[in-house]
């Protein structure tokens, strides 16, 4: 069973530019999750999608955004880039059991 | 909000001796709780989690951790380090509620001294 996967690897972008970050869940689930993990800020929690709604929101501005299409896979959305968003992005998904994350490898971010 | 502690951001620990990270969570309900590790370059692997029952769990690797109500934590230990274990480890709790948000410790950076 293929596990959550994420694209691209590494993505690099200027500050103002826009980044687009994808993630694929395991096959059947139907939850998305995002977290960043950015030097020295620890892992934090930015967004949850379920079946296509957005369920539940981290302490992020409004330029963090993202959708969850009709396949369950996942779109993070990051406008207006700055330095400080430069961080591992990691995506995970689980079924029916929030307690049960799974993880994909994270995209590298790096604004410059 | 949940919050999860993890003190000491690096661990060195000799090759063969016990391995001790220590978490404690701040909910007077006790949360799910979890042991993920990272190795460089790569995503979170889950080693352990806590959800009801038995309060020594075991996981993968050799490694197991004990949730104590009384004392608010789930220290992960591992009896005998291999050179293989150097990595990140970070603990992880999830409130019960809907909410369905990890709050992450700091993370302890292992180091194995051979």
């Known amino acids: 069973e293929a596990g959550v996967t994420q694209s691209p690897t590494h993505l690099i972008k200027t500050r103002g530019q826009q980044a687009t970050l994808r993630c694929s869940p395991i096959s059947g689930h139907t939850s998305v999750y995002w977290y960043q993990q950015a030097l020295g800020l620890g892992l934090q929690f930015l967004l949850w999608?379920?079946?296509?709604?957005?369920?539940n929101r981290g302490n992020f501005p409004p330029r963090f955004s993202g959708r969850q299409f009709p396949n369950y896979s996942s779109e993070l959305n990051v406008n207006a880039l700055e330095l400080e968003d430069s961080a591992l992005y990691l995506c995970a998904s689980s079924l029916n059991k929030p307690y049960e994350q799974y993880f994909g490898p994270g995209t590298r971010l790096t604004v410059t | 909000a949940q919050s999860v502690t993890q003190l000491g951001s690096h661990v060195s620990v000799s090759e063969g001796a016990l391995v001790l990270l220590r978490c404690n969570y701040s909910?007077?309900?006790?949360?799910?709780l979890f042991w993920y590790v990272q190795y460089p370059n790569q995503g979170l692997q889950l080693l352990l989690k806590?959800?009801?029952?038995?309060?020594l769990v075991k996981g993968i690797n050799g490694f197991e951790a004990e949730f104590k109500k009384s004392e608010t934590s789930f220290h992960l230990t591992k009896p005998s380090a291999h050179m293989s274990d150097a990595a990140e480890y970070f603990c992880a709790a999830l409130d019960y509620g809907g909410n369905n948000r990890l709050a992450f410790g700091k993370g302890n950076q292992v180091v194995v001294i051979p």
């Open positions: 999608y379920d079946e296509g709604e957005e369920r």
């Open positions: 909910s007077s309900v006790p949360p799910y």
């Open positions: 806590y959800t009801t029952g038995a309060t």
